[in-house]
């Protein structure tokens, strides 16, 4: 049966082409919110950073409840679009507006600037963000069953989520400027971005078609029944979803402070804000670059091995950024910041390819499919990491008495700003090898019944 699921095509060039566009769409919102949102409300807002990581970390939590509760309302749908198609589309265009209102913060009190922000964002993240998210993650298992395509489908997905990114990062501060700068160049962009987003995701949504749930596999389901409380317990007990919510939440977190903390070294460590693109580029390139062949290496190696070895490496090359960037030299530390990126591309290309072989796992196990509720925890990873990640930046400036109105910063300030770029990804890299290592759901699979 294996075999035949691997031979049949189900997805034509463009439509795998169509759904990896999604993260193009998602990483609008996404990426401008990791790599600007702090230094848009603290530089130009003029908010307090530590307040505001506080508030970030509050909003998370919200998200364990609300991911899990869409994911179990896309398992529930039934519609001619699908299960989870309908909140794939309808959801961006929520996301889209409070992007808008999140960069078009009004002239009010400091207080009601806050509680302004903190109503905003939790409703961006918790509610319309989540439901797009999952929803668009779900469809990993549901407009196809075979692995290698899972596997394609994602690497393509990250193509365009680490491209997006690596073009806010590069291109964002210049198009602010040329719209005006201040708070009307960000609202701007802002806008631009969130119309950019409403296109593709729409695009991407109905370029591709679910599977008919008799094809895909779903005779005996137990999900109509399911309550919240339901899919919390299977969650719970599926230790393969545990821990890929772990490799999420230490990916996005690391990866929520390094962006954050990067334009900040660039500006003040390294005295030129426009070196803050180059360093993106060399992060995030080489993944966009590896991802072409993680197809064909997990198709040879496996999942597992493939992972393994490539955190092994990128822990390696991450050691020698941190030597290069303490002792301030730039060109070795860009050139392992590139090797650390292609190292990092099989686990950000096969990790929804993982998720589905989860829900398989709870279906073998506990006899019910709920794919929408165990993508839950690609949402609820990257926005609970990106959470605590925003969090820990913002404490951390505010530590370091880091001042947006000031031109130059204090030593203290430039040693917590090196600290989150430099050494904090490779202490997140050697906790994310210790989880890959026991994140072998294909044996576990495989040996089920035996």
Not at 22 to 40: E, P, Q, R, T, V
Not at 182 to 210: F, P
Not at 245 to 250: D, E, F, W
Not at 390 to 399: E, P, R, S
């Amino acid at each position: 049966m294996e075999g035949n699921l691997e031979k049949k095509q189900y997805l034509k060039w463009y439509q795998k082409i169509a759904y990896g566009s999604g993260d193009l769409a998602a990483n609008c919102a996404y990426g401008l919110i990791g790599s600007f949102l702090m230094l848009y409300l603290t530089n130009i807002v003029g908010m307090n950073s530590g307040i505001v990581g506080t508030l970030m970390l509050v909003a998370r939590l919200f998200d364990g409840v609300s991911d899990v509760f869409f994911g179990t309302l896309v398992d529930r749908t039934h519609t001619k679009m699908g299960k989870a198609r309908p909140w794939m589309f309808g959801a961006q265009f929520g996301v889209s507006i409070l992007l808008i209102m999140l960069f078009s913060i009004p002239a009010l009190s400091d207080g009601a600037q806050y509680a302004y922000f903190f109503v905003v964002y939790v409703a961006l993240n918790g509610v319309f963000y989540t439901a797009n998210n999952i929803a668009y993650a779900s469809l990993t298992s549901l407009i196809t069953r075979n692995p290698n395509e899972r596997v394609q489908i994602g690497s393509i997905r990250f193509m365009f989520s680490l491209g997006t990114n690596l073009f806010i990062a590069y291109k964002t501060l210049g198009f602010v400027e040329s719209f005006g700068g201040g708070a009307t160049g960000w609202r701007t962009v802002a806008i631009i971005y969130a119309l950019i987003a409403v296109v593709v995701n729409t695009i991407s949504c109905l370029m591709v078609k679910e599977l008919p749930e008799e094809e895909a596999d779903k005779k005996v389901v137990k999900e109509e029944k399911n309550s919240i409380v339901d899919s919390f317990k299977y969650l719970l007990t599926n230790k393969y979803y545990l821990m890929i919510l772990g490799v999420y939440i230490i990916t996005y977190c690391s990866m929520s402070i390094m962006n954050t903390a990067g334009v900040y070294f660039c500006t003040y460590v390294l005295g030129d804000a426009g070196t803050y693109g180059n360093f993106s580029m060399a992060s995030m390139l080489p993944s966009v670059v590896g991802l072409f062949f993680v197809p064909a290496i997990v198709k040879k190696f496996g999942i597992y091995k493939t992972n393994l070895v490539g955190v092994g490496l990128s822990v390696i090359t991450a050691g020698v950024v941190v030597f290069a960037g303490y002792n301030k030299i730039i060109p070795l530390m860009l050139i392992f910041i590139v090797l650390k990126g292609l190292f990092s591309s099989p686990l950000l290309g096969d990790l929804n390819a993982i998720i589905s072989d989860a829900a398989t796992y709870t279906f073998k196990k506990d006899g019910v499919h709920i794919d929408g509720t165990m993508f839950s925890c690609s949402s609820m990873g990257m926005k609970v990491g990106a959470g605590i990640g925003t969090a820990v930046a913002g404490w951390l400036l505010a530590w370091g008495q880091y001042d947006g109105a000031a031109e130059i910063q204090p030593d203290s300030a430039l040693s917590v700003i090196t600290l989150m770029y430099v050494l904090v990804p490779f202490v997140f890299l050697i906790a994310e090898f210790i989880v890959v290592a026991f994140l072998n759901v294909e044996k576990a699979n495989a040996e089920f019944g035996k």
